[in-house]
């Protein structure tokens, strides 16, 4: 077996192990040498050279990239994630033909899915979808994102919310908890928009907070212009739009002028 | 296992990897990106900010792979600029020698910029614009490959382009054959550069490199020498080889000879005075030297003899035979210098093989109405045309009555026509015109128009030789109160003293000018900018402020056409002036702008110029300034004349007369002499044109066009020619079309069918004389007698081979093509002809291929004995008859070939057939197919046999009593030329 595969296969080992026992920081630490590994083989995407160990070899990343996005959402980490995800996707996408479907696919795929829900990223949420082929919309994980765009975009929030107890898989929840907070600023945003002021028993009802102190932390936080008087919250209207740009008549008039004066020239 | 062809879909793994905070996995993103990027760049384009900022990174140490990356995005972006300086920065790994089209791009860009750099950074000299030294290294590493891979000429075009001479040297000293290498960089600076003083650095450069060859091409370097206008470098250059052996001398003659083709008479006469100094200087020097080379000398006088070199008289007593050949030499070449000898050797060609056909001036001149002067004159200009430099004035004397005709200013004109019939005749010019010219001391009873006309004609006989006329036409200008006789006289001055610039002259014409008399001042204008031609003289100035000042539109006209011409060839130089005319609210003086540009941009295809004159083709409100300006492109474009067709079709076309006027005048002139197949299609239609005046333009221009090309070359000149007939002999054609029709029969056979316009010489440097003389001609829209301004056009399309004697040897060489095809044309009827003319004979194809096989072995016994040194007797026992070219045997098929003797015919488009026979007794010095050549004796024992003595020998006849008609008198009667000695050839 080729030293290169045998190295990586034990250090993987070793992040597995650690990845087990949620030493993450350890595990940081070996995937990014692992990662470094990888550069080294050559059956890897984007140069696919048909190695006598391609299969494994190209399974073995596959297996690390995995965790490397799962290891991401364990450590919060975004922007690791989709970083990962980028990584691990040619994997997915190109290499069907090599090594067998990785049963680890559709939850990673949900995740992804969820992941731009969570950052609002609603057309490319759109375009990973469509890059699915149609039997994986079966699939429960990307059912339950699917399920849950669906509710979002019609602004049935408690649908949302409610949807955290039945998550299919336990990396799900951390996407989940942040969806909740996405859910509040689109709730605060509309209220902005639809009421002048609201009583703060009502606000905080409606953007599910437990407590008076929690609304005014998360107000002063994402919203410094409400303000909080005699029980009420007043959203200050955001101020009258400022009067429609006035028609550069003058400027059109001048260029039509010019060209009849060109075209007249020209004959 | 795999499917063979896996691809990723997507960067964005890559590009994701791009993040990651390992350099080494950004690296290797990088690298992959890299040979990925023209499958994916649409996907790398959004993250290029990314990779800028990985470039911008001081610490990430594959900052050139990240903008390698970004260059190749922008390149498919199309962002060529950011491409290249991302490229630049890429440093090297951005591979010159790289087969993909981004390399190819890139380069080209960058070889752009950087020549736009430079010729920018040269022409604003003040404010150096900073070059990018990042740049200069791509493009010297372009360069360097280019030099080692063998791609010589790309390397020199490039540095060229670039303006790096010093590359430019390299390229040249590294390439195996240098002349080569040279002599196309001589042509590639002639035909691409177009800034004037750039061209001349170029050239200088390359005569440096000449003269450190250890076997240098003088003649190549004289030409150069020419154009920087180094006369002292040039004189050096012949001196040194007229001390040297006889070879030497030969190359020295040869060199002056070719040097006297341009024309340059300013430049001639300064080489001239540098021999004279330097002979005095050195032949003291070099005396030591050549006695060392040759102990047989005795030393004697040095004092004396060097005073025996300045003025070889007979009394050379101890002199030893050394300095005698040479001072024998440097007369011959102040000769050459002085263009005596070749103007001699050519009046002699003309002379001796004039086949003008009289048939035809007899058609015309029996077809005209009596009374329509206009065709009168027409006739006897197209006379002197056909006739020009021949000295056979054969047509006149038999016509005397009604040459008679001619009065005024029509006698002006048939006066100066002798001129142009006796064009070159140095020595007897002014005996020939003594009848006519005014008599000093007693009031002679001559008319004002020809004395006029002959002071006219003796500048037309003197054009650009004028240095022993010049006195005696000044004594007649001051000496006259005549306005008719001034009119000839400024004219004949202007043409006698053509560029010299001489102060004195230009003082007593200017005089004349200010008496603000219509007809002189017209003459007075030009005049003056004949003398001023090329010197872009402050004179200019104070010319244009006298148009404003004369209220005589003639007067206005001559001056804009004499200030154009003292703008000549000066290309940038002259911008302000034109741009000054050009705005000018007179239409005339803008008219003159025209011209200005002509002459200032001829013959460069400069792109701005063609600009210019094309605007004011289609937008200046006065017809004749359009008309000049579509006439104008003809001068700039004649060293392109493919191009001009091109140009002006559309013109043609336009509604405005005047535009298509100027468009057939404008091919005519830059195709003048070649023949060329689009030139006539586009003319064919012009000569049948609805408007009478575009129809006479048309046929001037056909036979500019046409002339020296026969019926077997193009069918359409036989087409051409019934034409004229018809048109001449149609009564109800209009004047203006038959003016046209006559004058281009005369054209079309000019001098004696021996002579082409040719407005380049054979070195593609412009002829200034020829130049000079069809930008006057194109006036004789408003004044006919600068019609004859055509003869300074015409030069003699003949091999004249010289032995070191200057004289003519026999020699013969082969013309490898059918005779018929460059034949003299078919005289118009049997009677009038000396010799016979085959006759085309159908062949069938089968007899044609059994002929042509047998031909062959009979070609080949052929040319052995023209290749053997032939005794006299055998050469009279063949029966070729040479240089008519025309076989007696008519069925007899037309052999491939055909044998001339020196000095032959040989018109442009039969040069590149010409070849020189080996073991001949001569080899000419220069392998050059037509012109003068010099021969260099293989057998200098042997008595030589010359050839063309016979020298048109003419007294001074007394005028028939009474009568003042040109052409009548003055011309000795009983010289005929003597066909050369016909031999006949068997096959």
């Known amino acids: 077996m080729d030293p290169k595969l045998v190295e990586v296969t034990q250090l993987f080992s070793r992040f597995k192990a650690a990845f087990a026992r949620n ?6 630490g070996l995937l990014s040498q692992l990662k470094v590994l990888l550069t080294k083989f050559p059956s890897l995407p984007p140069s696919f050279q048909q190695t006598p160990n391609a299969v494994e070899e190209l399974k073995i990343a596959r297996d690390i990239y995995e965790h490397a996005v799962v290891l991401s959402v364990k450590i919060e980490d975004q922007d690791a994630f989709e970083r990962d995800f980028c990584q691990l996707k040619p994997y997915y996408m190109d290499t069907c033909d090599i090594i067998p479907q990785s049963p680890e696919e559709y939850p990673i795929l949900g995740l992804n899915l969820l992941r731009l829900l969570v950052q609002n990223r609603i057309a490319e949420f759109h375009t990973e979808l469509e890059l699915l082929p149609v039997n994986a919309l079966e699939n429960a994980c990307i059912k339950h994102a699917v399920e849950l765009e669906q509710s979002f975009m019609e602004g049935a929030y408690n649908r949302v919310l409610s949807a955290r107890q039945a998550v299919p898989h336990e990396t799900y929840v951390y996407f989940m908890d942040l969806l909740a907070k996405t859910v509040r600023d689109e709730l605060a945003g509309c209220s902005e928009k639809g009421y002048d002021y609201m009583s703060i028993t009502e606000a905080k009802q409606m953007l599910m907070f437990s407590s008076d102190q929690e609304l005014r932390e998360y107000i002063t936080e994402e919203h410094p212009e409400w303000e909080i008087k005699d029980g009420c919250v007043f959203f200050q209207k955001a101020k009258e739009t400022q009067p429609c740009k006035e028609i550069p008549s003058l400027q059109v008039i001048n260029q039509t002028l010019s060209y009849a004066r060109e075209l007249e020239r020209i004959v | 296992m795999a499917a063979a062809a896996v691809m990723v879909s997507s960067a964005s793994g890559l590009l994701a990897m791009l993040q990651e905070p390992a350099a080494e996995l950004k690296l290797h993103a990088l690298a992959n990106l ?7 760049w649409p996907e790398i384009s959004t993250s290029v900010p990314a990779i800028e900022s990985l470039y911008e990174d001081e610490e990430f140490d594959q900052r050139q792979l990240a903008a390698l990356v970004v260059s190749k995005v922008f390149y498919y972006l199309g962002e060529l600029n950011d491409s290249l300086s991302y490229a630049l920065g890429a440093g090297p790994l951005f591979d010159v020698s790289d087969d993909s089209d981004y390399a190819h791009t890139l380069l080209a860009k960058a070889l ?16 150096e614009e900073i070059m990018d030294p990042r740049l200069e290294a791509i493009v010297e590493r372009m360069l360097d490959k280019c030099i080692t891979d063998g791609k010589y000429q790309q390397a020199m ?11 430019l040297e390299q390229a040249i000293s590294q390439c195996d054959n240098l002349n080569g290498a040279l002599s196309y960089c001589i042509n590639l600076s002639h035909q691409y550069v177009s800034h004037r003083e750039y061209r001349c650095e170029i050239l200088r450069c390359l005569v440096k490199i000449y003269q450190t060859l250890p076997n240098p091409d003088y003649l190549s370097i004289c030409q150069c020498l020419m154009f920087l206008c180094e006369p002292e470098t040039v004189g050096n250059i012949l001196g040194k080889l007229l001390f040297g052996s006889k070879d030497d001398a030969l190359l020295a003659f040869q060199i002056a000879f070719d040097l006297v083709e341009n024309e340059n008479q300013a430049f001639l006469l300064s080489v001239r005075n540098c021999l004279d100094t330097l002979s005095s200087q050195t032949s003291a020097q070099a005396l030591p030297s050549d006695q060392s080379d040759n102990a047989a000398i005795e030393p004697s006088g040095d004092a004396q003899m060097t005073d025996n070199v300045v003025t070889p008289n007979g009394s050379a007593h101890t002199v030893d035979s050394n300095e005698v050949s040479h001072a024998d030499r440097l007369t011959k070449i102040k000769g050459i210098l002085s263009g005596e000898t070749s103007i001699q050797l050519t009046l002699q060609f003309l002379y001796s093989h004039n086949r003008s056909d009289l048939l035809i001036l007899k058609t015309i001149k029996q077809a005209l109405e009596m009374r329509n002067s206009v065709c009168h004159s027409a006739t006897i200009c197209s006379n002197a045309i056909m006739h020009a430099g021949t000295t056979v004035d054969t047509f006149l004397r038999e016509n005397l009555e009604w040459l008679s005709r001619a009065t005024n200013w029509a006698k002006f004109s048939a006066t100066a026509g002798l001129g142009v019939i006796h064009r070159g005749h140095l020595t007897q010019g002014r005996a020939l015109m003594a009848p006519y010219l005014p008599q000093s001391g007693a009031a002679s009873g001559g008319s004002p128009y020809s004395e006029g006309g002959a002071l006219y004609a003796l500048g037309l006989i003197h054009a650009n030789h004028g240095e022993g006329i010049k006195q005696f036409l000044r004594e007649s200008l001051r000496n006259t109160s005549s306005e008719v006789v001034q009119h000839g006289a400024c004219l004949g001055l202007g043409l006698a003293a053509l560029g010299t610039a001489d102060e004195e002259v230009f003082e007593d014409i200017k005089n004349i000018l200010y008496t603000d008399s219509a007809v002189a001042g017209e003459a007075a204008g030009i005049g003056m900018g004949l003398l001023m031609v090329g010197t872009a003289s402050e004179k200019a100035g104070e010319m244009l402020a006298y148009a404003h000042d004369t209220q005589h539109e003639k007067i206005i006209r001559g001056l804009s056409l004499g200030i154009a011409l003292t703008v000549y060839g000066r290309e940038e130089e002259a911008d302000t002036l034109i741009e000054q005319m050009t705005r000018d609210q007179d239409p005339i003086l803008r008219y003159g702008g025209m011209y200005a540009l002509a002459l200032a941009y001829r013959g460069t295809a400069n792109n701005k110029a063609i600009h210019q004159l094309l605007h004011f083709a289609v937008s200046d409100v006065s017809d004749d300034v359009r008309r000049t300006a579509v006439l104008a492109l003809g001068f700039v474009l004649y060293n392109e004349p493919e191009q001009t067709p091109r140009i002006v079709s559309l013109l043609s076309e336009s509604y405005n007369p005047h535009v298509r006027y100027g468009a057939a005048l404008a091919v005519g002139i830059s195709c003048a002499g070649s023949g060329l197949s689009d030139a006539i299609s586009l003319l064919e239609p012009l000569t ?20 020296q090309t026969n019926e077997s070359y193009d069918s359409r000149v036989g087409t051409f020619r019934r034409q004229l007939e018809k048109i001449i002999l149609d009564k109800h054609e209009d004047t203006m079309s038959k003016m046209g029709a006559i004058l281009a029969s005369g054209i079309l056979d000019a001098g004696g069918r021996n002579v082409t316009i040719r407005l380049q010489s054979r070195s593609k440097h412009d002829k200034l004389t020829a130049v000079v003389g069809l930008a006057v001609f194109t006036q004789f829209w408003y004044w006919y007698p600068l019609t004859y301004f055509i003869s300074l056009a015409f030069s003699p399309t003949a091999f004249i081979g010289l032995n070191s004697d200057l004289k003519v040897p026999k020699f013969e060489f082969l013309s490898n093509t059918k005779p018929s095809l460059f034949d003299y044309p078919k005289p118009t009827t049997q009677q009038t002809t000396t ?5 085309p004979t159908a062949i069938l194809s089968t007899y044609a291929k059994a002929k042509s096989r047998a031909k062959k072995d009979a070609e080949s016994k052929a040319l052995e004995k023209a290749e053997a040194p032939q005794s006299e007797d055998a050469s009279t026992a063949t029966s070729m008859q040479v240089d008519g070219g025309a076989e007696k045997k008519a069925p007899e098929p037309e052999s491939t070939f055909q044998i001339l003797t020196n000095p032959a015919r040989v018109v442009p488009a039969q040069e590149k057939y010409i070849k020189f026979l080996e073991a001949g007794r001569y080899e000419p010095v220069k392998l050059a197919p037509s012109g003068f050549v010099l021969l260099r004796d293989l057998k200098p024992t042997e008595t030589e046999e010359l050839v063309l003595t016979d020298t048109p020998a003419t007294q001074a006849a007394t005028t028939a009593a009474g ?3 040109p052409g009548a008198s003055a011309m000795a009667v009983d010289e005929e030329p003597h066909p050369p000695q016909p031999f006949e050839y068997t096959s």
């Open chain 1, 23 to 28: 030493d993450f920081d350890t595990s940081v």
């Open chain 2, 34 to 40: 890299n040979s990925l990027v023209h499958l994916f």
């Open chain 2, 112 to 127: 752009d910029e950087y020549a736009s750099i430079r010729s920018r950074s040269l022409k604003a000299a003040g404010e």
């Open chain 2, 157 to 167: 075009g490039m540095s060229v382009e670039c303006r790096r001479l010093d590359k």
């Open chain 2, 688 to 707: 049948s044109d609805v408007v009478d005046f575009v129809r006479q333009g048309a046929l001037i221009a056909m036979a500019m066009v046409m002339i």
């Open chain 2, 835 to 839: 010799a016979s003319v085959k006759l």
């Open chain 2, 963 to 965: 009568q003042q008609i």
